[in-house]
C-alpha cells in the first residue's frame, strides 16, 4: 500500500521561507518522479513543482518558477519543496504526488496517480 505524508506546513509571514516534506512508503522516489500541487479556497488543483528521478529534470509552475525548488532525498525516500519569497498568493493546501503519467511534466493532477492528504501552508502579509 502506498502512502505519502505530507508535513512542514505552518503559518509564515510574506518573504519567509518554509520546507515541506512528503515521505513515501510503498513507493520509490528513485524509480520514477513526485510532485508538488496545491488548491487554494475556491480555486481548482495547481501544479507547483514535479521531478523525475533518473537526470533530475524538474518542472516549475510560472508563479512559483525561481522561488521554489523540488528535490529528493533518496536515502530517505522524501522528496521537499523549499519555498523562499514567500507570498500571501501561496496560501493553499500543498499535495505530494507520484508514480507519474505522461504529461507529468506539464504538471497535471490526471498524470499522478498516488496523492497525499496535503498540508496547509498560510502566508501573510
Known amino acids: 500500500q502506498v502512502q505519502l505524508a505530507e508535513s512542514g506546513g505552518a503559518s509564515e509571514q510574506a518573504g519567509g521561507s518554509l520546507r515541506l516534506s512528503c515521505a513515501a512508503s510503498g513507493y520509490a522516489f528513485s524509480s520514477g518522479c513526485g510532485g508538488w500541487f496545491r488548491q487554494g479556497p475556491g480555486k481548482e488543483r495547481e501544479g507547483v513543482a514535479a521531478m523525475y528521478s533518473v537526470g533530475g529534470s524538474a518542472y516549475y509552475g510560472d508563479s512559483v518558477e525561481g522561488r521554489f525548488t523540488v528535490y529528493i532525498d533518496f536515502a530517505k525516500n522524501t522528496m521537499y519543496l523549499q519555498m523562499n519569497s514567500l507570498k500571501p498568493e501561496d496560501t493553499a493546501k500543498y499535495y505530494c504526488?507520484?508514480?507519474?503519467?505522461?504529461?507529468?511534466?506539464?504538471?497535471?493532477?490526471?498524470?499522478?496517480?498516488?496523492w497525499g492528504q496535503g498540508t496547509q501552508v498560510t502566508v501573510s502579509s
Open positions: 504526488a507520484a508514480q507519474c503519467q505522461r504529461g507529468w511534466w506539464r504538471l497535471q493532477p490526471s498524470a499522478f496517480g498516488y
